[in-house]
């Protein structure tokens, strides 16, 4: 039997995403000391993607044993969640006016926790959490950005192609472009850039001019523990919200509830198939999870349509398992949304046709090779043990 070769990569210059490279899961070869701005951390169902991430990247790497100190803004009048990892530190502030980190505040604390015990071998920024004019000092960092002013450009056009006539015409278009000129000047202050995916990692290299060995794609990743199959859970669900058994079709929707999500295409498209078609409408249950203005249209659209508001991740998983058909209505060309990661990897098949159950299982198989949170800190781990020492950079894969 012939033996695999390996194949020696330089792991900076490789140009797809290092979720589709094999890392060690034993311990790793080095303890790191890492810090992470990020604006906001989330608390309860309160909790856009980026925070998510946040949340879901750093505690995977402090399970690791990695040192980790979290510089993030205080939240107002409510309690910080604890964890028991006696090697996550969180540094709090008192946020500026607008949400953001108060950037002099936060840096005084990065440079003394800096010089207490060993310096930080990586910094890490989601987004501007560290922003650039600090960040140009730093040759040790990574940022990774979840959304880029380039991205938007593409949801302004849809949008304006999906405009009905009455309909007022958006004027953000030279806002936009002169927020991509101001990115494309500020992101080289940067030393490494992590790209949620294939689309924004080319823009990052051809539009923002990034060059190709400081641009690495990580895919985001959810929790496998939560988001999995619990069939038992999901029918839970269904009785607790009171969905009969003769609604044969179980439709949701998850995330910020607002226009660039695509939710006035879909509220429209709903109306539309409701007005005409009523065994539709007395067989179709939609739920919608999250919390935006769109919250309260739905509720128009009668009692067949439940909004349900944040809910907190456990409750979520439950949520997926209760549907049969995830739908992202988003107009927006973004990094890599998070609901269709935590839909796939809880398969949203166990109550449908064969069909459906194919497709659940396939998306789900596909999920736990890329998608996990398991996945994502192995591949944000070997970039941080490659920014802290060159040696770590090159990388043995099965070919």
Known sequence: MMQKQKEVIDLLTFPYAWNLLSFSTDPPPRILKIALFVKKWPHRSRAGGLERHALTLHLALAKRGHELHIFTASPPNSSFPSYPFPNLVFH???PTSGGYLEQAVVWNQFQTQNLTGRPFDVVHS??????????????NLAVTWHGIAYETIHSDII?????TPEAQQASTMTERTAKVVEEVKFFPRYSHHVATSDHAGDVLKRIYMIPEERVHIILNGVDEEIFRPEPSQGKDFKQRLGISKSRSLVLGMAGRLVKDKGHPLIFEALNQIFMENK???????????????W??????????????????????????NAIDIFVNPTLRAQGLDHTLLEAMLTGVWNDGRVVLEKKGKAARQRGMQLFTATKMAAAYERLFLCIS??????????S
């Open 92 to 94: 709090l502030s008192k």
């Open 159 to 163: 949008q304006e192609l999906l405009r």
């Open 126 to 139: 989601e987004s501007v959490g560290l922003l650039h004019t600090r960040a140009k000092n730093v040759p």
């Open 279 to 293: 065994e539709f409408q007395q067989s179709v249950t939609v739920l919608v999870a999250g919390d935006g203005p």
């Open 389 to 398: 020492k060159e040696e770590y950079c090159k990388h043995q894969n099965s």
């Open 295 to 320: 919250g309260a249209r739905y509720k128009e659209l009668g009692a067949h349509i439940l909004v349900l508001g944040p809910l907190e991740q456990a409750q979520l998983a439950k949520f997926y």
